[in-house]
């Protein structure tokens, strides 16, 4: 068996690490695994508003294509109802834009939201369409003028949504175009 001689005025060689290296790696690797916790909750947060606009876009856009080439008045009465005739109850009997004037299509209401073919969606609760329709003046888009007395409509729909836990529907976008006869 062979002896060491271990000279007193070197130091021992260390073997492991010492308890401030240990606390030090583990700060080190909590701090990285915190970082990645909240970075992936800002991504579902972010992927949550995508689809919650990319849906609204959607409904808003049925509306859009439903209404794409309807007469901006009855063809019958002409400019004499401003909104649904008298004898249009349904959605399916409205024939002109200005029917849709201050429509609300909801899933809580149970009329909505509805599609291009005038259906309602399946299971979309807490979504809703609001549909406003005014005259404007066809030299100034923006000038609003009495219902009736121009041939160019803007149509307004706005897309809200109310989560389970929201006490108040968020307007999720807003989708405005002209329709000219």
Avoid: C, K
Wanted: cysteine-free; aromatic content about 10%; charged content about 25%.
């Amino acid at each position: 068996m062979r002896h060491r001689y271990r000279d007193p005025n070197r130091p021992a060689l260390r073997r492991g690490f010492t308890l401030i290296e240990s606390a030090l790696a583990t700060v080190i690797i909590g701090t990285g695994v915190l970082a990645m916790v909240a970075a992936q909750q800002t991504f579902h947060r972010q992927n949550e508003w995508a689809q919650r606009s990319a849906n609204a876009m959607r409904l808003a856009g049925e509306i859009r294509e439903l209404t794409f080439n309807m007469p901006p008045h009855d063809p019958v009465t002409g400019v004499e109802f401003w909104g649904p005739e008298p004898n249009e109850i349904l959605v399916d009997d409205w024939d002109d834009i200005d029917d849709f004037d201050a429509a609300v299509f909801s899933f809580d209401l149970g009329n909505g939201p509805i599609t291009a073919m005038r259906s309602p969606f399946e299971a979309m609760p807490g979504w809703a369409q609001r549909i406003f329709v005014s005259n404007v003046d066809p030299f100034d888009i923006g000038v609003t003028v009495p219902q009736g007395t121009s041939e160019m409509i803007r149509v307004e729909v706005i897309v809200e949504y109310q989560g389970p836990t929201d006490l108040e529907p968020a307007e999720i976008t807003r989708l405005v175009w002209i329709q000219p006869r």
